[in-house]
């Protein structure tokens, strides 16, 4: 039954009518969504609080000091010196911000709008390209990953044989510049599929009348040539010899001196097992990403301390004959074999916001939440040698950091506050910012009915 109104009468005349108004009307219209906050210029301690540094335990009733964007001390009785600004979050718990180390933040923004993604480039072989360069600081998904706690993500290219550079991005900045903590954090190798489906249009390679894609042979083969090439030019430039600059092959060469790992995406048990044998060959330190199998070859991964980057925590079993939990309970297996790992997001831009419950559903399936919390903090930024600025609550490292109710893997605690490189963050975002706009169209339309 409804009322005149058009409102069910049970409701318009219930006290949860009341309560629907005044939220409503609480609902400021506002007339931004994000804005970008300047560089910290005082020294601000955050006191009182519940303080989870990650690497060096939990410290009750703490503080944190910090200036210039830099943590100055951690721990139940920090020195505050004069003119600092105390902020007093007693009751609070404070976490690193968390690193989503597989994401497309920045460079995808409208699934259905293909001007508005610059994932993948043409071509087979783009070990040149930067996904720092394609950052767009405006992006709305920007907003909702600082509201979910993640402000750090590896912005990473895809597409072809080797998609290019992962770029470490701080989530607070003007311009890509500004954002970019590590331009060049690793290098991306899609493994290709020992079981090749057929189709038409795989860019790179001549299919021939039948339009068949290339064997996986052909395709390793393609790789294993790519590589040595660039090897064959690092080692001319390194002897002085003459020869024409190859932007490719220059981007190569920190991935094969060790200096950046080279993240494999592999997901199979034998595209993992020949992935690391390729890169024994190759002489290269690797992160495999993907991981779907990485437990059916977890001694090898941890007899060679190969890191996995899981990107399917939340998700379906592949197989008719794995159990419904094979995914949730990845992490905790992998665990107790002894593989180092980390949890993303799933690399679209639209999921980096869930980076904190696919950590969480692998604690509710048996990983201890600490060591969820490492996945998605100190592991990621080891992983892609950034741990010397974030990841942790440290003295030295920046001030990266969230104010909470609880642990952020858990949808029901409340990302308050966040900091990074110690900016006071502005913690709106484009959900919020529809939130109070449809407040509003509500408040309006009870006036006229009530």
Do not use: C
């Given at each position: 039954?409804?009322?005149?109104?058009?409102?069910?009468a049970?409701?318009a005349h219930?006290g949860?009518?009341?309560?629907?108004?005044?939220?409503a009307?609480?609902?400021?219209?506002?007339?931004?969504?994000?804005?970008?906050?300047?560089?910290?210029?005082e020294?601000?301690?955050l006191?009182?609080a519940t303080?989870h540094?990650?690497t060096?335990?939990?410290?009750?009733?703490?503080?944190?000091l910090?200036?210039g964007?830099v943590i100055v001390?951690?721990?139940?009785?920090v020195?505050i010196?004069?003119?600092?600004r105390v902020v007093d979050?007693?009751?609070?718990?404070?976490?690193p911000?968390?690193?989503?180390?597989?994401?497309?933040v920045?460079i995808s923004e409208?699934?259905?709008?293909?001007?508005?993604n610059?994932?993948n480039?043409?071509g087979?072989?783009?070990?040149?390209v930067?996904?720092?360069?394609?950052?767009?600081?405006e992006?709305?998904?920007?907003?909702?990953?600082?509201?979910?706690?993640?402000l750090t993500?590896l912005?990473?290219?895809?597409g072809?044989l080797?998609?290019?550079?992962?770029?470490a991005?701080?989530?607070?900045?003007?311009?890509w510049?500004?954002?970019a903590?590590?331009?060049?954090?690793?290098?991306n190798?899609n493994?290709p599929?020992?079981?090749?489906?057929?189709?038409?249009g795989?860019?790179?390679?001549?299919?021939?009348?039948?339009?068949?894609?290339?064997?996986?042979?052909?395709?390793?083969?393609?790789l294993?040539n790519?590589?040595?090439?660039a090897?064959?030019?690092?080692?001319a430039?390194?002897?002085?010899?003459?020869?024409?600059t190859?932007?490719r092959?220059a981007?190569?060469i920190?991935?094969?001196d060790?200096?950046?790992?080279?993240?494999?995406a592999?997901?199979?048990?034998?595209?993992i097992?020949d992935?690391?044998t390729?890169a024994?060959?190759e002489g290269?330190?690797?992160v495999?990403r993907?991981?779907?199998?990485?437990i059916?070859?977890?001694?090898?991964?941890v007899?060679?301390?190969i890191?996995?980057?899981?990107?399917?925590?939340?998700?379906a079993?592949?197989?008719?004959?794995e159990?419904?939990?094979g995914?949730?309970t990845m992490?905790?297996?992998?665990?107790e074999?002894?593989?180092?790992?980390a949890?993303?997001?799933?690399?679209g831009?639209l999921?980096?916001?869930?980076l904190p419950?696919?950590a969480?559903?692998?604690?509710?399936?048996?990983?201890?939440?600490?060591?969820?919390?490492?996945?998605v903090?100190?592991n990621a930024?080891?992983?892609?040698?950034?741990d010397d600025?974030v990841g942790?609550?440290?003295?030295?490292k920046?001030?990266?950091?969230?104010?909470?109710t609880?642990?952020?893997?858990?949808m029901t605690?409340?990302?308050?506050q966040?900091?990074?490189q110690g900016?006071?963050?502005d913690?709106?975002?484009?959900?919020?910012?529809f939130?109070e706009?449809?407040?509003?169209?509500v408040a309006?339309?009870?006036?006229t009915v009530i």
């Amino acid at each position: 039954m409804t009322s005149r109104t058009g409102i069910p009468a049970s409701f318009a005349h219930s006290g949860l009518t009341a309560l629907v108004v005044a939220a409503a009307l609480a609902a400021p219209v506002t007339a931004q969504v994000r804005m970008t906050v300047p560089p910290q210029s005082e020294p601000i301690a955050l006191s009182g609080a519940t303080i989870h540094t990650v690497t060096d335990g939990v410290i009750e009733n703490g503080t944190i000091l910090f200036n210039g964007g830099v943590i100055v001390a951690v721990g139940a009785d920090v020195d505050i010196p004069a003119g600092t600004r105390v902020v007093d979050v007693s009751g609070k718990h404070i976490y690193p911000g968390l690193i989503d180390a597989y994401s497309t933040v920045g460079i995808s923004e409208i699934g259905a709008v293909g001007v508005s993604n610059d994932v993948n480039e043409l071509g087979d072989f783009n070990p040149n390209v930067k996904a720092a360069v394609a950052v767009n600081a405006e992006s709305r998904h920007i907003g909702t990953s600082r509201s979910a706690g993640v402000l750090t993500t590896l912005t990473t290219p895809g597409g072809g044989l080797i998609s290019g550079l992962s770029s470490a991005m701080s989530l607070e900045g003007w311009s890509w510049e500004e954002m970019a903590m590590e331009p060049a954090a690793a290098m991306n190798v899609n493994w290709p599929n020992p079981n090749p489906r057929r189709f038409r249009g795989f860019p790179g390679f001549n299919f021939g009348q039948q339009g068949e894609r290339p064997s996986y042979e052909d395709q390793v083969k393609e790789l294993k040539n790519f590589f040595a090439e660039a090897r064959a030019y690092r080692d001319a430039v390194a002897a002085g010899e003459e020869v024409r600059t190859d932007s490719r092959y220059a981007a190569m060469i920190p991935a094969l001196d060790g200096d950046i790992p080279v993240v494999v995406a592999a997901d199979g048990a034998a595209q993992i097992n020949d992935a690391i044998t390729w890169a024994q060959e190759e002489g290269l330190r690797i992160v495999i990403r993907g991981g779907g199998d990485a437990i059916h070859v977890a001694d090898r991964l941890v007899a060679n301390d190969i890191p996995v980057i899981l990107t399917r925590t939340m998700a379906a079993p592949g197989r008719a004959y794995e159990g419904y939990d094979g995914a949730y309970t990845m992490p905790a297996r992998l665990h107790e074999a002894g593989v180092r790992f980390a949890i993303s997001g799933g690399s679209g831009a639209l999921y980096t916001n869930r980076l904190p419950w696919e950590a969480g559903v692998a604690v509710a399936f048996g990983l201890p939440e600490e060591e969820a919390v490492k996945a998605v903090t100190i592991n990621a930024a080891e992983f892609m040698g950034i741990d010397d600025r974030v990841g942790s609550l440290e003295p030295g490292k920046q001030a990266t950091l969230l104010i909470t109710t609880g642990t952020p893997l858990d949808m029901t605690s409340d990302i308050e506050q966040a900091y990074i490189q110690g900016r006071e963050l502005d913690m709106m975002d484009i959900q919020k910012w529809f939130f109070e706009k449809y407040m509003q169209k509500v408040a309006q339309y009870l006036r006229t009915v009530i």
